[in-house]
T-cell receptor, first 113, second 118 residues
Framework: QKEVEQDPGPLSVPEGAIVSLNCTYS??????FMWYRQYSRKGPELLMY????GNKEDGRFTAQVDKSSKYISLFIRDSQPSDSATYLC?????????????FGQGTELSVKP | GAVVSQHPSWVICKSGTSVKIECRSL??????MFWYRQFPKQSLMLMAT?????????EQGVEKDKFLINHASLTLSTLTVTSAHPEDSSFYIC??????????????FGPGTRLTVL
């Protein structure tokens, strides 16, 4: 079993839709949870991070962490064609990204105009 | 945010040759850099952790004699793929750790280098 599981998609939605992306994990030591966006042939770009359980909102993006269920989510409201990319969840047990990051497989999202 | 560059962005080489990839933190110093490998439609897999002035720490299953890492300065780490073979063709991505206060270190990723071995 992988430490982090993420549905690879692809996920296709119409413009304006609400998108829900999810990851599950098995290691209870994970404390910091991140979401990255990766465009084709580019490096990952940090979108959101959350420490421990809870919600965090930034514009159209909301990250949720439920440590009791070992489940994290990223919601994108009013999705735009420019949101089309691969979304990777990542997590680490210490030092907010300073340590070893474990990535999910990535979900490929396509937002159709 | 901080910027990390990689060079080259794309390289094609013949089987058996060696290829060097550079990772630079442009506007901050990074005592630690990370090298990842990513196959098409797959996740990033950490290959090694590069520490300035000391030997790199390799992940299990990564051949340290094949993937040579040098972190000679606080802004530069290099990955050399020695005697490259077609199975080494992949997307190589580095990240550099910027230290923050209160344990808020952040990793910034480079744009990646696509290696194709013929």
């Amino acid at each position: 079993q992988k430490e982090v599981e993420q549905d690879p998609g692809p996920l296709s939605v119409p413009e304006g839709a609400i998108v829900s992306l999810n990851c599950t994990y098995s290691n209870s030591a994970f404390q910091y949870f991140m979401w990255y966006r990766q465009y084709s042939r580019k490096g990952p770009e940090l979108l959101m991070y959350t420490y421990s359980s809870g919600n965090k909102e930034d514009g159209r993006f909301t990250a949720q962490v439920d440590k009791s269920s070992k489940y994290i989510s990223l919601f994108i409201r009013d999705s735009q064609p420019s949101d089309s990319a691969t979304y990777l969840c990542a997590m680490t047990g210490f030092g907010y990204q300073g340590g070893k990051l474990i990535f999910g497989q990535g979900t490929e999202l396509s937002v159709k105009p | 945010g901080a910027v990390v560059s990689q060079h080259p962005s794309w390289v094609i080489c013949k089987s058996g040759t060696s290829v060097k990839i550079e990772c630079r933190s442009l506007d901050f110093q990074a005592t630690t850099m990370f090298w990842y490998r990513q196959f098409p439609k797959q996740s990033l897999m950490l290959m090694a952790t590069s520490n300035e002035g000391s030997k790199a720490t390799y992940e299990q299953g990564v051949e340290k004699d094949k993937f040579l890492i040098n972190h000679a300065s606080l802004t530069l780490s290099t990955l050399t793929v020695t005697s490259a073979h077609p199975e080494d063709s992949s997307f190589y991505i580095c990240s550099a750790r910027a230290e923050g206060s209160g344990g808020t270190d952040t990793q910034y990723f480079g744009p990646g280098t696509r290696l194709t071995v013929l």
